[in-house]
């Protein structure tokens, strides 16, 4: 009698699955992830675990953010934990290791939410997996190095959360990872060696130190690059031999040195390398079509080439330009080609107006602390807070880096 009843409940349980059709493990695993979750608002009608109930015929159909295999019994393949609607605050608790028992997973999300701790370790034995996105939380401690085991991994992105410690050196062995974004976490140390067919980077707003990894060891394929706010340095050099990139970002560091003119290429449309430590001059190379280039607090000089002229949102404020603006500027301004142009806070002694044509009413032009008076009215220009009062520089400041005058 009492071993009938310590078996009562795997009865009961092998009842349910074949009335229900879900594997026993993964419905266990999904009871175990439920119990360690909640829906910070669980009253809501958006609630995401209202539809777990356990009872029901067939949690396949009926489980919001799970999706199962045809066969019986079903596996579950894809589990996306949150609603990711933007009246959703998501869900609070922490990542059950029972996420491990769904052997048949192939991609993971948590959508926006307090979930705290660590991430499971045992993640790294779902041999299936594809994708790993666990973004917007507060998940904690270093990204496990088991994750860099996965033989099919080809997007993680762990993004917006509180992960330290460094970057895994076995990275570079996914050959199938092309997506990578690691950005806003606490992640210290210097980046590795990456995987070599890699298309997709962001490591921007961590803790990261050094040098870009040598260009014989950049992955030829990136097209989206972005470390911005770390604490890297050294040339740019190593980005010469990057032909695919179309987005580059690499602003607040603390590179030096020239900027490569093969970044000129026609093929990048997005290049922010504002608030380093940049010198020299602007390659001259001619843009085809670009729609930002923030070149911003540097120590960037020389004469405006035609360069950036038609680029739509264009920063160069804060830098040491001298001489007059290329008339293709000014052209692209008031033929609104070019929406944004920034030229506050240098040398530049003209910029060539056209008489009697008002700007459009699109473009914000700022002109102001230059070796000039502004020749557009202050108040027809958009010039931000920062930029000062203070509408041209004093003589002694511009007599030695122009010889002539506005």
Excluded at 10 to 25: C, K, R
Excluded at 124 to 147: H, M
Aim: proline share 7%.
């Amino acid at each position: 009698m009492r071993m009938f009843l310590l078996l009562l409940p795997l009865v009961l349980l092998l009842s349910a699955v074949e009335t229900q059709g879900i594997s026993v493990v993964d419905l266990s695993a999904l009871r175990e992830i439920k119990n360690s979750l909640t829906d910070i608002t669980s009253s809501s009608p958006n609630a995401f675990f209202t539809s777990w109930d356990f009872t029901a015929p067939d949690p396949c159909s009926s489980f919001a953010g799970i999706t199962c295999s045809l066969f019986i019994p079903k596996r579950v393949t894809t589990l996306t934990l949150g609603t990711g609607l933007s009246d959703s605050p998501g869900l609070a608790g922490i990542l059950s290791p029972a996420i491990s028992n769904l052997s048949e997973l192939t991609q993971l999300v948590l959508f926006t939410g307090i979930v705290t701790g660590p991430i499971p370790d045992q993640i790294g034995t779902l041999k299936k997996l594809t994708v790993i996105s666990l973004t917007n939380n507060r998940l904690t401690g270093s990204i496990p190095t088991s994750i860099f085991t996965l033989p099919n991994l080809h997007t993680l992105d762990l993004s917006h959360n509180q992960l330290t410690g460094t970057i895994p050196g076995s990275i570079s062995q996914l050959s199938s990872l092309k997506v990578v974004v690691l950005g806003s976490n606490k992640i210290s140390g210097e980046i590795p060696i990456l995987p070599t067919e890699l298309l997709h980077l962001d490591l921007s707003n961590n803790e990261l130190s050094g040098m870009l990894p040598r260009k014989i060891r950049m992955p030829l394929t990136l097209r989206y690059l972005s470390v911005s706010g770390n604490r890297l340095w050294g040339p740019l050099s190593v980005l010469e031999s990057l032909s695919e990139l179309v987005y580059l970002d690499l602003s607040m560091n603390r590179f030096s040195g020239t900027i490569p003119s093969s970044l000129f290429r026609s093929t990048l449309s997005s290049m922010y390398l504002q608030r380093n430590n940049l010198t020299g001059r602007v390659p001259k190379p001619p843009l085809s079509s670009r729609s930002t280039v923030d070149l911003s607090h540097n120590s960037l000089t020389g004469e405006l080439t035609n360069t950036l002229a038609g680029v739509e949102t264009l920063f160069l404020n804060n830098n040491r330009f001298t001489g007059a603006v290329p008339k293709d500027y000014v052209e692209s301004v008031y033929s609104g080609n070019t929406r944004t142009l920034y030229l506050q806070h240098n040398y530049i002694a003209e910029f060539p107006v056209k008489e009697g044509l008002p700007l459009p009413d699109s473009v914000a032009l700022c002109l102001s602390y230059n070796c000039m008076v502004p020749p557009v009215p202050v108040e027809f220009m958009a010039c931000p807070a920062s930029a000062g009062e203070q509408i041209s520089r004093p003589v002694n400041q511009c007599s030695a880096f122009n010889t002539s005058m506005a």
